[in-house]
């Protein structure tokens, strides 16, 4: 990345409601900390509840957006608010597990004009229920990832393969998946059996979103590579 002066401030807005027995939700701090550490940053991030994000709400205070595990959220639509106003707004966006479902559904429904489009863990007899029980559910699984070459998130990673773990058990229903990923959306990850763990949007400087949960491996030392993009992405946008 360009150097940035070490005094740049980056505002990181957390989309989720927050759990302190959410283990992705111990994780986030202390991934954002290594990635401040990393870049030489002063990285600030804010929880945003989603009971508590409205049309007044100061989204434009931050400089990236990151939609985090433990759905379903209090407030569903206070959730998609501000994944449109990321999409719309050019901002980095980040969404892992529920943020990727949710992800998905805001993408749905607003560009796609998929207005029934619904979430199958609130709405699960819904005509058009975009988000299913997955075949396995992926509730502390461990599994390898191929990733699209060229791919913002195989450029994170600088590898076309890795290993990311889940607490996960909805992903995006097959019967729709098809007509989802045929216009700016796109797929850049796939498990070992071929199904869809990673999308981004083509056109936008940086949104991708995950079904898995890059977050944990701080837990271990580690920093996320796709958190350090997140953060590095915000720098180059900030005026």
Same mark, same amino acid.
């Given at each position: 990345?360009?150097?940035?002066?070490?005094?740049?401030?980056?505002?990181?807005?957390?989309?989720?409601?927050?759990?302190?027995?959410?283990?992705?939700?111990?994780?986030?701090?202390?991934?954002?900390?290594?990635?401040?550490?990393?870049?030489?940053?002063?990285? *600030? +991030? *804010?929880?945003?509840?989603?009971?508590?994000?409205?049309?007044?709400?100061?989204?434009?205070?931050?400089?990236? +957006?990151?939609?985090?595990?433990?759905?379903?959220?209090?407030?569903?639509?206070?959730?998609?608010?501000?994944?449109?106003?990321?999409?719309?707004?050019?901002?980095?966006?980040?969404?892992?597990?529920?943020? +990727? *479902?949710?992800?998905?559904?805001?993408?749905?429904?607003?560009?796609?004009?998929?207005?029934?489009?619904?979430?199958?863990?609130?709405?699960?007899?819904?005509?058009?229920?975009?988000?299913?029980?997955?075949?396995?559910?992926?509730?502390?699984?461990?599994?390898?990832?191929?990733?699209?070459?060229?791919?913002?998130?195989?450029?994170?990673?600088?590898?076309?393969?890795?290993?990311?773990?889940?607490?996960?058990?909805?992903?995006?229903?097959?019967?729709?998946? *098809?007509?989802?990923?045929?216009?700016?959306?796109?797929?850049?990850?796939?498990?070992?059996?071929?199904?869809?763990?990673?999308?981004?949007?083509?056109?936008?400087?940086?949104?991708?979103?995950?079904?898995?949960?890059?977050?944990?491996?701080?837990?271990?030392?580690?920093?996320?590579?796709?958190?350090?993009?997140?953060?590095?992405?915000?720098?180059?946008?900030?005026?």
């Amino acid at each position: 990345m360009d150097a940035v002066s070490p005094a740049t401030e980056i505002r990181i807005a957390l989309i989720g409601d927050y759990d302190p027995q959410v283990t992705a939700h111990q994780a986030i701090p202390v991934a954002l900390g290594m990635a401040a550490e990393h870049s030489g940053l002063d990285v *600030q +991030f *804010q929880w945003l509840a989603t009971d508590h994000i409205h049309a007044d709400t100061p989204l434009d205070t931050f400089d990236g +957006f990151w939609c985090v595990p433990a759905s379903p959220y209090r407030d569903m639509n206070g959730a998609l608010r501000a994944i449109r106003f990321a999409r719309e707004q050019q901002r980095p966006f980040l969404g892992t597990c529920g943020g +990727f *479902q949710h992800a998905v559904l805001e993408y749905a429904r607003n560009v796609l004009g998929w207005a029934d489009a619904e979430h199958g863990e609130t709405s699960p007899d819904a005509a058009r229920a975009l988000l299913t029980p997955l075949t396995c559910s992926l509730v502390e699984a461990v599994d390898s990832i191929r990733l699209v070459e060229g791919s913002l998130i195989a450029k994170a990673y600088e590898k076309s393969e890795i290993h990311e773990g889940y607490r996960c058990r909805y992903g995006v229903n097959p019967e729709f998946e *098809q007509a989802l990923l045929n216009h700016q959306l796109t797929a850049v990850g796939h498990d070992s059996i071929g199904d869809l763990r990673a999308v981004e949007l083509q056109g936008h400087p940086f949104f991708v979103a995950t079904l898995f949960q890059p977050e944990r491996a701080a837990l271990k030392g580690t920093l996320p590579p796709l958190v350090r993009a997140l953060i590095e992405a915000c720098a180059r946008q900030k005026p």
